[in-house]
Each structure stands twice: as C-alpha cells, then as structure tokens.
C-alpha cells in the first residue's frame, strides 16, 4: 500500500504534508504501543516501516521556544487520544479527515505487520 499517494488522494493535501502526516502519526502509534504493550512490539512496528525516519524529518516543524508546556492544558496530559487530537490539528485536519488518516495508517499497517503483531497494536490504540 502506498500511504503518502493515499492521503494525497484522500485528504487532497501535497506530499510534503502527506509524508510528514505519515511520519508522525506512524511515529505516534509506535510511541503509544511502547508506552501501552512493550519495546519488542513498537520495535516491530519500526522495522516495518524503515522509510518512517526519512517521513517524519519532512514534517513542518514549530519554531524552537514557540511552544512550551503551560500551552497545554494539564486535563490534556491525561487523555490518550489528546496527543491525536493535537497531531491531526497541526495538519489542519477536520474531524473526518482525522478519522481517515487513521484508517489509512492502519491499514498500511496491516499490509507490513504479521497479523497477531498488527492485533496487538491495534488495540493499543486510544
């Protein structure tokens, strides 16, 4: 499956924003199923996707000391699916274009995880 050509097909967005919407939402998966199941099970998920470093460095990235951590509410830290909401917001994506981007990830998942693997981080998921 060719990811960045379906979320610029989908998401009408250019494949510079495609990549970098590849990247950290791959990266976040990984991050979340280390946080929730284990190391082996995220390290998988990298190996799966060696191309995942090169999308995530094409991201559109904050000016240094734009951001700092009294920008985000404490009620966000707890809530999982915050950091998604926070993600999908930096490319400016509406609600169901989220919902899209996440099925997608997934699916390409699907196509390079060995299924009990792919299972696993699945559930993972907020």
Do not use: C, K
């Not at 390290?43 to 991201?59: G, K």
């Not at 009620?75 to 994506?93: G, N, V, Y």
């Amino acid at each position: 499956m060719d990811l960045i050509g379906a979320y610029q097909s989908e998401l009408h967005i250019p494949e510079n924003a495609a990549r970098g919407l590849a990247g950290q939402l791959l990266g976040l998966i990984e991050d979340t199923v280390r946080e929730q199941v284990s190391f082996g099970i995220a390290a998988r998920v990298r190996d799966a996707v060696p191309e995942m470093l090169d999308w995530q460095l094409s991201s559109p990235t904050l000016r240094p000391g734009s951001v700092s951590l009294d920008d985000f509410p404490q009620s966000s830290m707890l809530d999982p699916r915050a950091e998604w909401d926070s993600l999908f917001a930096r490319f400016a994506l509406p609600p169901e274009h989220a919902t899209l981007a996440r099925r997608l990830a997934l699916d390409f998942l699907a196509s390079r995880l060995e299924d009990g693997t792919f299972h696993t981080v699945r559930r993972a998921l907020p």
